[in-house]
Each structure stands twice: as C-alpha cells, then as structure tokens.
C-alpha cells in the first residue's frame, strides 16, 4: 500500500466476527461451534457458512437486520451495519423509534411480561440500537444477569460485555496491555471511571484476527479481547453513543434495569 492510501474497510461479515467471538467462548450466545467461528476471523473467509452462523446470534442478527431495513441497506452483514451496531455511525440516528420499538415487543414482551414497560420506557427516552442501549437497557430485563446478580458480579459483567475502547501501551504478540475506563457503581450513578491498565487478547494457539497494534493506537474491546483499532471518527462514536446510553441509565428512566441489577 502506498503512502496515503486509504485501507479498504474490513468486510462486515469479518468485523462481525472480531465483535461477536468473545460472547461465543463465553457460552452466551451464537453458535457452538467457536472454532470455526475464530477461523473465519483468522482467514478472512467470507461464505455462506459464516453468513448462516451469524444468524445465530439471537442476540445481535435481529438489531442489524433492524439497521439494516430501516435504512434501505440489503446486507444486515454491510460493514456500515455491523459498525453501526457495535461502535456506531449515523445510521442508528436514522432508524427511529418506531421500528426499534417494534422490534423490542416482538423480541422481548413474551419474555418480560410486566417488565416490558420498564424496557420500553428506554425505547421512549430515545434509545437507539447500538451495544450500549442493549447492554444497559435491555440486558438486564431479559434474565441475562440472573446469577452474576446473586454473586455480585453484574458490575464485572456489564462492563466486560460492552464494547469499551482502551489505548494501547504495548503489544506482546497474544496479549496487548491497554490503558481504559472502567465502570464504576457509587450506589447511583453508573459512570466511567479513571484510567486503569488491563490486558486483553489478540489471539489464540498462534493465530490472530488483527495485525500487530502500536502503542498509542486506540483498539475496541469484548470482553478479554481486543476487537479491531478504532480511527478518530470511531472512536468518537462510540464514546458518543456510550455516554448517551449511560446517561439514559443515571438521569432519564424511571427503572433502568442496570441500576435495579446493580441494586
């Protein structure tokens, strides 16, 4: 590649990959077959196979292909869709609340009875279908917390399941050791707290799905893993459209179901 070239994007099925793996080991959501999953990310094979799999993720296909027709694109695999969901674009500030409002009842209402008001009242004060609005405001509605709850896990697993971004220190070939902020519970608020260290995955048995990281890049991450490196304009979305779902949580629902979770 010559000097000032643009990189093409990473194809969406691909991106969908790095963002959707994590959950997978963790036994959450998608297929069982993670292997195969991470070789897909590895090889940068895009298929009919890989495409079958990611309707597997019940949690995840039905927001994209929500993106997806709501804003005329034929792919819910179209990268513009699957950064829209993980990291965000202005693609979510196209869809509206109608058609995400739609979606939560025929996902959600047969499964929350009574609560479905409560997680509606997010679709009201303006949520959006990014990651954060389902980590915070639908998550916790939808018996996903129920033992990290009773084990005073949720703090840990609210912010390990969001998409967070750290910078980078170092890069050690598996593992790179990033600096980022964590989720913090005062007993109210649900805030970003100050920077802190921590280590996260790039690969496993000798394989990776991104290229080496330099210190100072700025990378998303899933749970342990580091998820893709973030330019300026991604990161800023996704500082955007976090801190908005937070502030829906701290300032604007009568019920947020992260805070009743956090108790």
Not at 53 to 82: C, N, S
Request: glycine share 12%; aromatic share 10%; net charge negative.
């Amino acid at each position: 590649m010559t000097a000032g070239t643009v990189a093409p994007p990473t194809p969406g099925p691909i991106l969908f990959v790095r963002y959707a793996l994590p959950p997978i080991r963790h036994g959450y959501c998608g297929p069982n077959d993670n292997a195969s999953f991470f070789e897909y990310g590895v090889t940068g094979t895009v298929d009919n196979g890989l495409r079958s799999m990611a309707k597997e993720f019940a949690g995840a296909w039905p927001y994209l292909e929500l993106i997806a027709q709501a804003t005329g694109i034929a792919d819910p695999l179209d990268h513009r869709v699957v950064e829209a969901y993980w990291v965000g674009n202005g693609l979510l500030d196209r869809v509206g609340a109608g058609p995400l409002g739609n979606s939560m009842e025929d996902r959600f209402r047969h499964k929350t009875g009574r609560q479905f008001a409560d997680l509606a009242e997010g679709v009201v004060a303006g949520g959006m279908p990014h990651h954060s609005f389902h980590v915070f405001c639908i998550y916790p509605w939808v018996g996903l917390l129920g033992d990290d709850r009773r084990s005073g896990q949720a703090l840990t697993v609210l912010d390990s399941c969001r998409i967070r971004w750290g910078k980078v220190i170092a890069d050690t070939g598996e593992q790179v050791v990033v600096e980022s902020r964590p989720l913090t519970w005062d007993g109210r608020r649900l805030e970003l707290g100050p920077p802190q260290q921590e280590t996260v995955i790039r690969g496993a048995d000798g394989m990776t799905m991104l290229a080496p990281l330099q210190p100072g890049d700025w990378v998303s991450m899933h749970w342990e893993w580091v998820c893709d490196r973030l330019s300026p304009a991604q990161l800023t979305a996704l500082r955007r459209y976090t801190a908005f779902h937070l502030s829906m949580v701290n300032d604007r629902l009568t019920n947020p179901g992260a805070v009743i979770a956090l108790g």
